[in-house]
């Protein structure tokens, strides 16, 4: 693969995006005003769960904070580079112009995972950033080289599974066309990954982090920072992670061979 | 002597259909169990094109013509035979292969909407690994070819479709592919600008020496730009060769509108053993083939007082459309 090359193309995916974007300025404030009230919203939201107990699944509010960062940061991911691109699949699966992508000397995953870029996710992104921050403060952390890169590990690896899982949904369209709904359904599974996984029960904490590890992502990366993660668990997501990604790519390597294009 | 750029042989491809019933008994049995069938859209196909060669499928909707193209140019696998374009198998879609050939599909686009098509030009030349100065030389050089030079730095949302369409052009013809995949290029386009089209598609083909393949309704882009044909009927090739032969072959006569000065005269030449096309007043119309045409029409000369004669072939349409619904 040229680097090079890849680096190049994205460069001209971010430019032209954002040339998009700026082409209608009030949609830009709009979606800017929207990811604030947004996590306000979430805050507002956990504090009630905490009015009337000081912990649950035995975190206590301050701690419970770092999962809405965590999570807040992971959404902006969700709505900068996923939501944009991965939702054009039905687009171009049902109009056929996904022959583009297939003619082109590039990677169609590539294409398809980073041709768009919605600016407005990266200030929710800042914003989750921001909270963590904060936590390191209300929660006294004090952030070591070691947890720094255990943190940016477990990260990258939430956002991988992220990823994988709505890749995946998103490569079944060229079976049954229509999947928004099924992304839809994670987008609300992703919503359950701002409470610590403990607060569920035993039940839905197997299938919250096997079938649909969704607060696998959000948790690991929180108590990395607490200082509270086995080292097994940073291990398992790492794997968890590779395995979901390598699936994603097999995957629709061979939904490909199942694509038949619109017709004309 | 030219050698062959795409080897077809046996070539069949087949999709699986689900039909449903109308009704809502029809939906609701759709929705639980569906029928599928399995529908075989091309058959047994066996063509070799050499290259620079300019050629042209014909057929009606749905004949197959656009899945042929899509196979050739490795979108869609072939179910069963043998494929070579440009020495490679095009469904393997190696880089190698995807950098010669392009495809153009007048129904679909790929610029940047909401973008000047300029942008997309660059990205373009990115993908294919072509450098910014190289990319300014090809872009400026193109847009002057197809003349759209203006309308580079508009949002391609507020071009005409022409101009879109010869944006598109450009877009597809950046990375200078030797093999060109048109499908319907000229579909909704006025008639002007289906001939600048036309005429910039003979230029590049001369000056490039690109091989053409392509599908269209409007016979002018046919016969403007290729002397070789294929007609698609149901799958299977009904016709594989020069176009100037097939007309030949499907128009072998002559329209002959006489106006004569009396209905007497009329009435005389009803008498002739010719095929009556029309009568209208005092004029009246014979078909008559093109190996007797001579001799009947001297006949007639000689033999009647005429006021004017007008000698028509048939128009192309009329021909063409023949082999949309003829098999063989």
Redesign the interface.
Known sequence: MNIKKYLKVYSYFNYSSFSIELEYKINLFIDLLTSILGLIGSVFLLSIFFTNTDKIGGWNFNQALIIQGIYTILNGVTNTWFNPNLKEIVKYIREGTLDYVLLKPIDSQFWISFKRISPTGLIEILLGFFVISYCFYINNITLNIWSFILLTITLICSILILYSLWFLISTTTIWFVKTWNATEVLRSFLYMGRFPMDSFSFSLRIFFSTVIPITFITTIPSEVLLGLSPAWKIILEVLVSITFFIFSRKFWKFALRFYTSASS | MRKNIIEVKDITKS?SISAKSPGIKGTLRHFFKRKTIEKKVVKNINFEIKEGEIVGFLGANGAGK?TIL?IL?????PSNGYISVAGSRPFE?E??F??K???I?G????L?W??PPI??F???A????IEKKEAIKRIKELSEMLEIESELYL?VRKLSLGQRMKAELLAALIHKPSILFL??PTLGLDINAQANLRKFLQIYNKQTGATILLTSHYMKDITYLCKRVICIHEGYITYDGKLEKLLKKLSPNKDVSIICRSRKDIENLKALNLEIKNINDNQITFTINKLDFKNTLKKILNKYDIEDLQITEPPIDEVIGKILINKK
């Open positions: 999709f656009t899509k140019c490795g979108l869609l696998y879609r880089a190698s995807l950098e050939i392009t495809l599909m129904q679909k686009q790929q940047i909401d973008i942008d997309s660059y990205l373009n990115s993908i294919y690994g949002p499908d319907e």
